[in-house]
């Protein structure tokens, strides 16, 4: 096969790609060898006989299953871990989740009539003041406090 350098640059450039992803069909090469001008290579390009390859990405594959892993617990070891706990979870957080949580609870329960709006206010109070570790903890206390609240 002879040299086609030349082709090989000038068809970068109407592919507007790379000289390295330049394909010439190697059945084609005395065609390529006799096209001097950018006219004749635009010709081979529209039969087929120059293209661009693709662009070659790098594959995820491993990171969506290192990431499935991770989603069950997996891959999560002290070794792995640069922060402190307080840092990979932070406090604040945490009490945003709970609280909304806590609150979400109270707000349905009022509307659907299993506490009355004086015993919301009062546990919505509480809630906000720290007083219920979680949602189950606030609904046992709703149990306690429904039967004196009336």
């Given at each position: 096969?002879?040299?086609?350098?030349?082709?090989?640059?000038?068809?970068?450039?109407?592919?507007?790609?790379?000289?390295?992803?330049?394909?010439?069909?190697?059945?084609?090469?005395?065609?390529?060898?006799?096209?001097?001008?950018?006219?004749?290579?635009?010709?081979?390009?529209?039969?087929?006989?120059?293209?661009?390859?693709?662009?070659?990405?790098?594959?995820?594959g491993r990171?969506?299953?290192?990431?499935?892993?991770?989603?069950?617990?997996?891959?999560?070891?002290?070794?792995?871990?640069?922060?402190?706990?307080?840092?990979?979870?932070?406090?604040?957080?945490?009490?945003?989740?709970?609280?909304?949580?806590?609150?979400?609870?109270?707000?349905?329960?009022?509307?659907?009539?299993?506490?009355?709006?004086?015993?919301?206010?009062?546990?919505?109070?509480?809630?906000?003041?720290?007083?219920?570790?979680s949602?189950?903890?606030?609904?046992?206390?709703?149990?306690?406090?429904?039967?004196?609240?009336?």
């Amino acid at each position: 096969m002879s040299d086609l350098a030349n082709q090989k640059r000038v068809a970068a450039s109407l592919l507007k790609c790379g000289v390295n992803r330049v394909w010439l069909d190697p059945e084609r090469a005395a065609d390529i060898e006799a096209a001097i001008s950018r006219d004749d290579l635009r010709g081979l390009i529209e039969d087929g006989a120059v293209q661009a390859r693709r662009v070659k990405g790098n594959s995820r594959g491993r990171a969506r299953e290192n990431m499935a892993k991770r989603a069950y617990g997996h891959r999560k070891g002290a070794g792995r871990r640069k922060g402190s706990a307080g840092a990979r979870n932070p406090s604040k957080r945490v009490w945003i989740r709970k609280i909304r949580a806590q609150r979400r609870t109270l707000r349905e329960m009022r509307d659907d009539g299993t506490i009355e709006r004086s015993l919301y206010r009062l546990m919505y109070r509480r809630a906000a003041g720290g007083q219920y570790r979680s949602v189950a903890h606030l609904k046992a206390q709703v149990e306690l406090l429904a039967g004196r609240v009336k």
